[in-house]
């Protein structure tokens, strides 16, 4: 469900930006139409790419970080764990 609302976001700025809104009065709305150029999407994607490369390198230098605490209980066959 997630991919479905992202891939229809990125349809809707697609469309938007490029052949902007609806204009039921007949105004010139070249004026009010957001250019989005490729510096944006190139933008966008190296910021995408940074923030991978840095959750890539917390888990790979850091790895327990991010896990849990219970993961380190030692086990106990005398005892039947909590469910």
């Known amino acids: 469900f997630p991919f479905i609302i992202i891939g229809l976001v990125l349809l809707h700025l697609?469309?938007?930006?490029?052949?902007?809104?609806s204009n039921p009065l007949?105004?010139?709305?070249?004026?009010?139409?957001i250019p989005f150029h490729h510096y944006h999407t190139f933008k966008d994607v190296l910021g995408f790419l940074i923030m991978l490369f840095m959750l890539i390198e917390l888990s790979l230098l850091f790895p327990n970080l991010l896990g849990d605490a219970e993961n380190f209980i030692p086990a106990n066959p005398l005892l039947t764990p909590i469910h």
């Open 14 to 21: 697609l469309f938007l930006h490029e052949g902007g809104s």
């Open 26 to 33: 007949g105004l010139n709305s070249n004026l009010d139409k």
